[in-house]
């Protein structure tokens, strides 16, 4: 703990606490003395008052404990909007946004559904706090955006956000394809894709585990979705899915072994395969509800 006796400045608790990750602590203390990052980084001599003080110490405390800082501010960024997030939902990851561009891209080779004429049907399955849905709604206001969860607290934080980023999204309980009754244009979904013996997981224990781990390696609900989707998609619709850095080429088995074809995968900032992605093929269409 820092000494309350010591004239505290924030140059000497961020050094106190420099084994947290720099940019959390600047979030912290951003938060907690209501200022810009750019003036945490231009003012190191700031006092700290007893009482940011003693708040910033608290907030370390989670830190040490792998408590996201998302979840302490209440709020994260993700494609430019501020999101609601606590416990109940996964802090929505940088990477994530990967799985938006390519969404976006698939949509521009689209315009209006060739089924229908009508606007395009999208779809976020296993929405968590509504990032992916919201996301896509905000680009393309002219599109019908659906977002379904197996889990009712996700639910109820996506539609707080839906509603305070007034983006209209429609969203469902279902556990996957359990309640989803009608046909796409575009299916993305960032599914648990963590093995339960991934020793990271070890530092997300305070986020909720249905939206990390997945059995078979991972790979349990990435397979649920690639053999359930194609009945769910109109013909040449888009099925868009997030996983593992090292994933990459059994996600590609299974689109290509569920009848998807132009398949392919998409690095992110990183360098990593994050996002692998496959096309309806028209026959598949016509047997899909034989």
């Known amino acids: 703990m820092v000494d309350h006796s010591l004239n505290a400045t924030v140059a000497s608790w961020l050094r106190h606490h420099g084994a947290l990750a720099r940019f959390d602590l600047e979030l912290a203390l ?21 009482p940011e003080l003693d708040q910033l110490e608290h907030w370390s405390e989670q830190l040490y404990k792998h408590v ?13 909007l501020s999101l609601t997030v606590d416990h109940r939902v996964l802090v929505p990851r940088p990477d994530t946004e990967t799985l938006v561009e390519q969404a976006l891209a698939c949509v521009d080779q689209r315009d209006r559904s060739p089924a229908t004429g009508a606007a395009l049907t999208l779809l976020d399955l296993g929405t968590g706090s509504g990032a992916i ?4 709604a905000s680009e393309r206001p002219e599109a019908e955006v659906h977002a379904y969860d197996r889990s009712l607290d996700s639910l109820a934080v996506a539609r707080e956000n839906s509603r305070s980023l007034k983006l209209p999204v429609t969203f469902h309980h279902s556990d ?11 299916i993305v979904s ?9 020793p990271h997981l070890s530092l997300l224990g ?11 390696n991972g790979l349990a609900d990435l397979r649920t979705i690639c053999e359930g989707a194609g009945a769910f998609l109109q013909t040449h619709g888009w099925l868009l899915l997030e996983h593992g850095y090292n994933q990459a080429a059994a996600v590609r088995s299974l689109l290509s072994d569920n009848g998807f074809i132009d398949v392919q995968s998409r690095r992110d900032l990183g360098g ?19």
């Open 68 to 80: 996201p800082v998302a979840y302490l501010c209440g709020n994260q960024e993700f494609w430019g």
């Open 30 to 50: 951003c938060h907690i003395l209501d200022c810009s990052r750019a003036y945490v980084l231009t003012h190191p001599d700031r006092a700290l008052t007893r």
């Open 190 to 198: 960032n599914p648990p894709y963590i093995a339960p013996a991934d």
């Open 133 to 136: 849905a919201l996301a896509l």
């Open 272 to 290: 990593n395969e994050r996002v692998t992605w496959g096309q309806k093929p028209w026959d598949q269409a016509l047997s899909a509800h034989e």
């Open 206 to 216: 305070a986020e909720p585990a249905h939206a990390l781990v997945a059995n078979d």
């Open 176 to 186: 996957w394809f359990e309640n989803i009754s009608q046909r796409y244009d575009l």
